[in-house]
């Protein structure tokens, strides 16, 4: 992977544009992520929200796009009702969706003249433990 990313960097001219913000995006769309998932919530509710803000970031000129889901985890989906099986859905969902939106973001690139140098990379999110506790302690 690493040979991948040195590639990217290298063909972007020294640096890679991440994506950033993704919560205030979903916000910006109308998107309620006053949840303990977050803005995880959305792959629930509107996951079209979710790969909507990834095309902005790749029209904006991302070259990495990370998953929705920072706030996603088994316990927290669970905890909401969800079946096992469908946690691990919204998981890859997450995932998916990020993926998708790259491939036509990507597709639509060779049909236009608009200049694209690469294959934007999809990242997955992962939160930390105190993230999925819902309760600020991933900053303590």
């Excluded at 990834?54 to 316990?75: F, K, N």
């Amino acid at each position: 992977m690493a040979g991948v990313v040195e590639e990217l960097v290298k063909k972007a001219g020294g640096c890679a544009v991440i994506d950033g913000g993704f919560a205030t995006q979903l916000e910006a769309l109308g998107a309620d992520i006053n949840d303990p998932l977050w803005s995880a919530a959305c792959l629930i509710t509107k996951p079209h929200l979710i790969k909507e803000v990834h095309m902005q970031y790749l029209e904006a000129g991302a070259d990495v796009i990370i998953s929705s889901s920072y706030q996603a985890t088994i316990p927290g989906f669970l905890a909401r009702g969800l079946l096992l099986e469908e946690a691990e859905g919204l998981l890859r969902t997450s995932v998916q969706l990020a993926r998708e939106a790259r491939d036509e973001f990507w597709k639509s690139t060779l049909r236009s003249s608009k200049p694209v140098y690469n294959r934007a990379l999809v990242a997955a999110s992962i939160g930390s433990y105190g993230a999925y506790l819902a309760d600020g302690s991933e900053y303590r």
